[in-house]
């Protein structure tokens, strides 16, 4: 390689690793907002219902009726009594990690959750970036959860 060409191939390396820098210098929201740069939205969950996971065992759809605004985020319930229980309790519905992928916190990323993608472990919600990442999650929940809380909140500044 000719000298000119590896100093030009070295200053484009420094300056991706400044833009690199410069991007992930600015911190995440601590929970996760669907839609917000899409759709103008700042659902936590999807618009997804955070309770009906461990009471419903299943992802249930939100409503704009039965909505509440916790820790800069609008959450959206299926029913008045979920809206109250999380009211009561928004820590132990709130989806672990703001809603980012618990997988990608476990390997120092915050990556959206899709509320599709969960699991319930221990009474606490885990989202995952799609279900192929879930499969790898199930394969040591309790090994990228330690690492996960590791991780948390470091993750939202990379």
């Known amino acids: 390689m000719k000298k000119s060409s590896l100093f030009y191939a070295l200053i484009g390396a420094v300056m991706a690793i400044q833009g690199a820098v410069a991007v992930h210098a600015e911190t995440l929201p601590d929970i996760y907002q669907s ?10 969950v999807g618009g ?8 419903a065992n299943a992802a249930v759809p ?16 299926s029913s008045a009594e979920n809206l109250e229980a999380f009211k009561a309790a928004p820590d132990t519905y709130a989806p672990k990690y703001g809603g980012y992928c ?6 120092g990323y915050a990556v959206h959750g899709d509320p ?4 319930v472990v ?14 790898t999650w ?5 090994g ?3 690492l996960s809380e590791q991780n948390w909140p470091k993750a939202l500044t990379k």
């Open 116 to 119: 599709q993608a969960w699991t």
């Open 138 to 142: 199930n394969n040591d929940r309790p």
């Open 102 to 107: 618990a997988y990608g916190v476990s390997q």
């Open 122 to 135: 221990d009474g606490k919600l885990y989202l995952n970036y799609d279900k192929d990442v879930q499969k």
């Open 35 to 44: 839609g917000k740069s899409e759709f103008g939205s700042n659902n936590a």
């Open 48 to 55: 997804y219902d955070a309770v009906a996971y461990q009471k």
């Open 62 to 77: 939100g409503s704009k009726q039965f909505s509440y605004a916790w820790k800069g985020a609008t959450w959206q319930f």
């Open 144 to 146: 990228y959860i330690k």
